[in-house]
């Protein structure tokens, strides 16, 4: 078997993990570090759960295939837009320009229309190297943030945990994304379920140590920032440099998860009519009054409604040539 456009399940979690960590940045400042937990240790196992059973066989096509495809293109693409708006406005925010959030927009989507162009197996191996680039970024930042941290800060009294357990599920259930086409892993490369446990859980550790080095640093404060993350890094280095480097190498994540969100409209020009309907959306700012939590939400309902579908010999819910 020719196994070259074979698609790697540690390529695929690796991808899942730089997605997942796109969310946890820009939730950090919501989320309590200590509920964040409960949502982890609850998520990652029945999240580990659904990835192993629909990575068994195709998904049934049918009646409720029709309506999960309907689901997944529709939502992605506001996604899309959301996940390009954000980032383009992180960077223009950080970069210390103004009124170039629509070229902003644009110049993102050049690189994710150009990831989306080409095969799955070609946009996934490229993100287990993104991967690796970043385990290099989150070491420095926390070398530098772990110093800055006012144990204090991580204790604040009175606020509610459900939201914060809710979205740290959420971030992990990213996953959801990968469901359409997880059996498409090459049976050669395939790691068991010890592997895609051990992600989802590297996930939802990471994304909690975002919101725990958030807290500590800024303290309650980081609840009324504009993804606060980045702010953290300007705290500790005493510099706006700071906070634009790690805003721009962040980027790695947003392009991932922007690249991924195609994925799910298949082969083809899909993935391109992905990108368009984004960047529309994107450049309207259609999604900018929605709740924060709608995003972790509706990664916990595709989860929810792929692992309900009806088992079958039908086709996959996205096919790919």
């Known amino acids: 078997m020719n196994t070259r456009h074979a698609l790697s399940l540690r390529q695929v979690l690796a991808a899942v993990t730089l997605a997942g960590l796109s969310m946890g940045a820009a939730q950090a400042g919501q989320m309590d570090w200590k509920w964040s937990l409960v949502g982890v240790a609850v998520s990652v196992p029945l999240l ?30 506001l996604t899309q837009g959301h996940v390009l708006r954000q980032a383009a406005s992180r960077l223009e925010i950080t970069g210390g320009s103004q009124g170039v959030l ?39 930042v926390g070398l530098l943030a772990i110093p800055q941290v006012n144990v204090s800060y991580l204790w604040p009294q009175g606020e509610g945990g459900w939201t914060s357990a809710v979205t740290a599920a959420g971030t992990v259930a990213v996953a959801a994304w990968v469901l359409p086409y997880i059996y498409k892993v090459s049976p050669q490369r395939r790691e068991g379920v010890g592997a895609v446990g051990r992600w989802l859980l590297l996930l939802g550790v990471l994304a909690v140590g975002l919101a725990a080095l958030t807290r500590g640093i800024l303290g309650n404060g ?18 706006a440099r700071t906070e634009g480097l790690l805003s721009a190498l962040w980027l790695i994540c947003d392009l991932v998860w922007a690249g991924l969100l195609t994925r799910v409209w298949g082969s083809g020009k899909g993935p391109l009519w992905c990108v368009v309907i984004g960047v529309a959306i994107a450049l309207t700012g259609w999604t900018d009054g929605w709740p924060s939590m709608v995003w972790p939400i509706g990664n916990l309902a595709l989860a929810l409604l792929t692992v309900a579908r009806p088992q079958g010999n039908g086709r996959i819910v996205v096919t790919y040539e």
């Open 102 to 140: 629509g070229w902003m927009i644009l110049l993102l989507a050049l690189p994710v229309a150009w990831m989306s162009w080409g095969k799955p197996a070609a946009f996934f191996r490229g993100g287990e190297i993104y991967w690796m680039v970043l385990v290099a970024v989150l070491v420095a």
């Open 222 to 239: 980081a609840a009324g920032l504009s993804q606060p993350f980045f702010v953290t890094t300007g705290v500790m280095g005493e510099s």
């Open 48 to 77: 580990t759960w659904v990835m192993v059973r629909v990575g068994k066989g195709p998904v049934y096509q049918g009646v409720y295939g029709v309506v999960l495809t309907a689901v997944y293109t529709s939502w992605s693409a």
